[in-house]
């Protein structure tokens, strides 16, 4: 098999797939699928929240302990796109096109590796990474072939530069909604709820600073050693002759292991009922922390020759790392995902192919002699 153009060809076809975390998934799992002939297979349904249905998958071939490769097939949207963000080209040696770093460039990779290895293999086909991780949590709670016999480990394909990444943070959603009354507002008779969220905001970002300028909240492990609060309106009324009847807004914090997270969310809660607004909490999973000398991490090590590091991005294993330990790796530069320039070099794709296979080979003779 030539594997550059395998591994084009196949990260190329998943480009072409419009798998944002808004459409279904099921047409570009299947067509991960296609690629592990001899593989037993267990899919999962489910409806997301906005009544769109999603499939992930489980795929193993082999008995024993083993590695499972995970990767998610869904994409961010293609805003700021000005070419056709679903025609994949390639230009210069890389596969240009939505997705193709974060993350199917790398899950072409790791597919090819799962195909090539002889090694007890699993792979973990995920859904809405991007969004809400429904797809982790349905790979978690729902799989028959995880609960027979979980995976010694998981590696997922994220883009690290192919540096193992042992650890990065969680992030905590805030959903806050204010209720006014709605009227003319020549009347007199209205109360506009965008100044209730103004002042919770206010406190907010007072929090902000702190969390910014207070060593307490920073980590040295990481980079930035503090997380930033960020905050989108989600929706602050209409028309300015009318007071706004409702006005939401939405917050997002990320922070690590070494983190206490509880004095922030109980700053907001106690804000938002000074304010008089409700709020909301959403909690996307746990950190991910494994120690430098946890064995899955010095293999990885050993394997790319590269020494482990934290991020300060999420992934699937703030839920998967409930099923086995989780180390990210995988091909590419994050610095250009979610954005219009997005591009995957072929070659650090081809290159990862033997590193996924190795992590394989040695976690499966590794976790079975610890087993004799």
Known sequence: MDLSRHIARLASDLVAIDSRSRQPSADAVERCLAELPGFDVERIDYRDAAGVD???AVARRGRGPCLALCGHVDTVEDAGWTADAFAPRIDGGALHGLGAVDMKGPLASMLAAARVTTA?????LSADEETTKAGAE???????MVRAQAPAAIVIGEPTGLAPVRGHRATIEFTVRATGVQAHTATGQGRSAVWDLVAFLAEAAALRREIL?????ADPDFDPPASDLNVVIADAGGPLNVTAGRAVARLAWR???GIDPDPAVASLRAAAERTGVALEVHFDGRPLESGRDTPLVRLAERATGLASRTQPFGTDASVLQRVAPCLILGPGNIAVAHTPREHVALADLVRAVPIYARLAEETAAGAAGRAA
């Open 120 to 124: 007890p293999i699993m792979v973990l």
């Open 138 to 144: 349905a790979l978690a709670n729902r799989s028959a």
């Open 255 to 257: 922070y690590s292991a």
């Open 213 to 217: 300028s207070d060593p307490r909240w």
């Open 54 to 56: 999603k499939r992930v």
